[in-house]
């Protein structure tokens, strides 16, 4: 044994430098971060569809029909905008930024997690992202993947704080508060929406670790379905209340 300022310690770890955690691993990992891209090229071919190619942000009816927003969704029952808003973005740099994020979190993230529980968060941290922008924003048209990048980033930080780190050690957590001080302090940034984000992969995130603790991996399914339709559900009714009633 070694002494060090913590106590005793093994050669082994004694040797080892203080680096920040990592994001613990989870069984069943994958090699590639397959998700990860494909996402990237859905929000990629979803800009170029939607009146962005090649540098312009001239939208078309696509991006209309897919943007997020109270109205139609209460009143036409236009259910999609939960889901297809996450892939759309008003502008070039939106879509870089955005994009840049999800591949620094995703080619981390997939092949710790697995596919299968990093799409799950990824789907959960977007119908999130918008309940929270009709909560605080129902009238205006919101486009981006932020919600899901937030929800993300919400997971990694409560998978490493389940594990016994400190989120603020890592790139994660840093790159949270980074991105969450700037969401109050610039200008048409969805705050409701990177906070639902956030808070549903936090929630999802931790269950998928209760549930490898307890060794019952249906427990974490289970919960990312819930936070699902509880998001979805709530998208709902906060779309009717702010939708207008016409009589006559």
């Known amino acids: ?11 082994d770890c004694a040797t080892q430098s203080g680096k920040a955690p990592r994001l613990p691993v989870l069984s069943g990992q994958s090699d590639k971060p397959v998700v990860t891209l494909t996402l990237i090229g859905l929000c990629v071919l979803g800009y170029l569809l939607s009146g962005g190619f090649p540098f312009g942000n001239g939208q078309t009816q696509l991006f ?5 927003a109270a109205a139609p ?12 808003s996450g892939f759309l973005h008003a502008g070039l740099m939106h879509l870089a930024f955005n994009m840049i994020l999800l591949w620094f979190i995703g080619s981390q993230m997939e092949p710790q997690l697995g596919r299968g529980r990093f799409l799950a968060l990824y789907v959960v941290s977007l119908l999130g992202g918008s309940f929270g922008a009709l909560l605080l924003s129902p009238d205006a048209l919101t486009v981006g993947a932020s919600g899901a990048i937030f929800g993300l980033m919400g997971a990694a930080s ?3 704080y389940a594990r016994g780190g400190n989120p603020l050690q890592s790139g994660i957590g840093m790159l949270l508060v980074f991105n969450l001080v700037f969401s109050f302090v610039l200008s048409n940034v969805s705050i409701g929406g990177h906070l639902g984000g956030l808070a549903a992969g936090a929630l999802a995130g931790g269950a998928f670790v209760m549930a490898e603790r307890r060794g019952q991996p249906a427990i974490g399914w289970a919960a990312c379905a819930a936070i ?4 979805v559900v709530g998208s709902l009714l906060l779309a009717a209340a702010a939708t207008p009633s016409f009589i006559g």
């Open 64 to 68: 209309y029909d897919g943007a997020l």
């Open 1 to 11: 044994m070694t002494p060090s300022p913590v106590g005793m310690r093994c050669p």
């Open 158 to 160: 409560a998978i490493i």
């Open 228 to 231: 699902g339709i509880v998001a």
């Open 73 to 84: 969704i209460g009143a036409g029952g236009q259910y999609w905008r939960l889901v297809t």
